[in-house]
């Protein structure tokens, strides 16, 4: 058994959830396929897959050894493309995932600016906020907005974003402006009822307020205008206003009690290793969000 060839065989199986999608792919026989996953098995010693008439999941054994096939044949494919010259050449379709918000205010433009730069290349991405499984999702890159949990991959920080109470001039010109947390409940509140949302804000030294919000609303986008439009106070993440900041239609207020704010990374799975297209968007998207005022 070609034992290369059958980890390209494993680890398309496992990214399709399908022999038969596999076969097709590879040009071969869907009987070829499963042999080729049998004799894997029994080398290894161990199942790879649970099979059904309808489903085809990995087991915990094929999950790790994916992980580990994936690295093996990603650092094939940079021997073999080394040895051809393309190695410092971007190609292909990269994949990049950010916060819904975030992605679309900060990383698509430099997502623009790559495929600009690299009219070859192709990019697909995923702003949405929830977690994602780079993975098990095919993410080649992350901006991640957070302290990290160890998870093998590559981080560089890129900046730090916090956690701001805000409100229009014509406000605080009618109603004040809160000193103290405490403040905020004779204040008019709006707020996010978003899966990130609490009703209780926090701010430095344990500091805690549980706030009553007259207004409540699904996103952030909508109790951010009503702030900028005078109603009321809100808080943000404060890149999401960094727009309505710089045009002074928002200022941010009780900036001494924030709490320490939250770090932005870069990160991807392939570490020293990842292709071109990887290290030279990772290398663009570093330097445009550390030279972001707004975000360092």
Not at 20 to 32: E, F, G, I, L, V
Not at 47 to 72: N, P, W
Request: glycine letters at 6%.
């Amino acid at each position: 058994m070609d034992r290369w060839q059958a980890m390209r065989i494993f680890a398309r199986v496992a990214e399709t959830g399908s022999f038969a999608d596999t076969a097709r792919h590879m040009h071969m026989s869907a009987p070829a396929v499963t042999r080729a996953v049998a004799a894997l098995e029994d080398l290894i010693g161990a199942r790879l897959f649970v099979r059904t008439t309808r489903s085809v999941k990995m087991t915990e054994a094929g999950t790790r050894y994916f992980e580990d096939c994936r690295r093996i044949l990603a650092d094939i494919a940079e021997a073999e493309a080394a040895a051809g010259g393309s190695y410092a050449t971007p190609t292909g379709t990269l994949a990049i995932t950010a916060s819904a918000l975030f992605g679309q205010m900060y990383v698509l433009p430099i997502v623009t600016e790559f495929l600009n730069t690299f009219p070859t290349m192709h990019a697909r991405t995923l702003f949405i906020d929830r977690p994602v499984n780079i993975v098990e999702e095919g993410v080649d890159v992350a901006v991640r907005i957070g302290h990290l949990r160890d998870s093998g991959f590559s981080a560089i920080k890129v900046g730090t974003v916090r956690h701001v109470i805000c409100g229009s001039p014509s406000y605080f010109e009618n109603h004040g402006v809160p000193t103290t947390p405490a403040d905020l409940k004779n204040h008019r509140i709006a707020a996010s009822t978003s899966a990130w949302a609490s009703p209780e804000w926090r701010f430095a030294n344990e500091q805690r307020v549980t706030i009553d919000p007259l207004l409540q609303c699904n996103t952030n986008d909508a109790v951010i205008t009503a702030a900028r439009v005078g109603w009321g106070l809100t808080r943000v993440l404060h890149y999401q206003i960094g727009p309505a900041l710089l045009a002074g239609e928002l200022q941010i207020v009780l900036s001494d009690y924030e709490e320490p704010p939250m770090p932005i990374h870069i990160l991807h799975p392939e570490g020293r290793h990842a292709p071109a297209k990887v290290r030279a968007f990772v290398d663009m998207a570093a330097a445009r969000l550390r030279e972001n005022r707004l975000l360092n």
